[in-house]
């Protein structure tokens, strides 16, 4: 549980606008910044493909920080959970043994064709600066079947991007 308060000093010019104070042990995620970058799509040239691929970086704290996207995760409502296409991802589910209400982390986030990539920002190529050594990156393409650039110009993967961010902001939403 996480405590808001805003105490506004009248006639003074000592203003504090937020005190925020963490009660037992819970976390908030939506406390937590994480960041989002998208890449234009140079390197695949076998297919059409979308513009580019969208990227969320979260720091240590985060509860998915160092999880590989095909981790089985317990969600706290699997039938809420939306379908984001990931065909491949649901196969391979599908034909395992199942725990009702355990899912793969990629097919527990709705983003286009499922997280498709998840690992340190020192081991991959194309990383803004501003991203931390020590926080995981998660991602997603646009180079499904179907996938080009009139169906994912760049204002659309910036805009997955941006619902893919909300998704793992708001992560204790979906876990169990």
């Known amino acids: 549980m996480v405590l808001i308060q805003q105490v506004i000093f009248s006639g003074s010019s000592q203003k504090i ?19 989002s970058f998208t890449v234009e799509n140079t390197w695949w040239e076998y297919s059409p493909h979308g513009w580019g691929n969208g990227y969320v ?6 509860p998915l920080h160092g999880m590989d996207y095909d981790k089985i995760v317990k ?8 379908f984001n296409e990931n ?13 009702e209400g355990e899912i793969p982390l990629d097919l527990a986030i709705n983003v286009h064709g499922g997280i498709t990539l998840a690992r340190a920002p020192k ?17 997603f393409d ?4 179907d996938d080009d650039i009139l169906s994912w110009p760049k204002e659309r993967v910036r805009s997955e991007t941006k619902k893919f961010k909300r998704e793992l902001e708001n992560i204790d939403k979906i876990l169990a």
């Open 57 to 62: 970086a979260v720091p240590p704290k985060h």
């Open 17 to 35: 606008l937020e005190v925020i104070s963490y009660i037992g042990q819970s976390l908030n995620i939506n406390i937590m910044k994480l960041k």
């Open 123 to 139: 081991d991959m190529k194309y990383v803004p600066s501003c991203i931390p050594s020590d926080w995981w990156v998660f991602g």
């Open 75 to 82: 969600v706290k409502n699997e039938n809420s959970i939306k």
């Open 87 to 99: 065909w491949i991802g649901l196969f391979c589910h599908s034909i395992g043994n199942r725990t």
């Open 142 to 145: 646009t180079c499904h079947a």
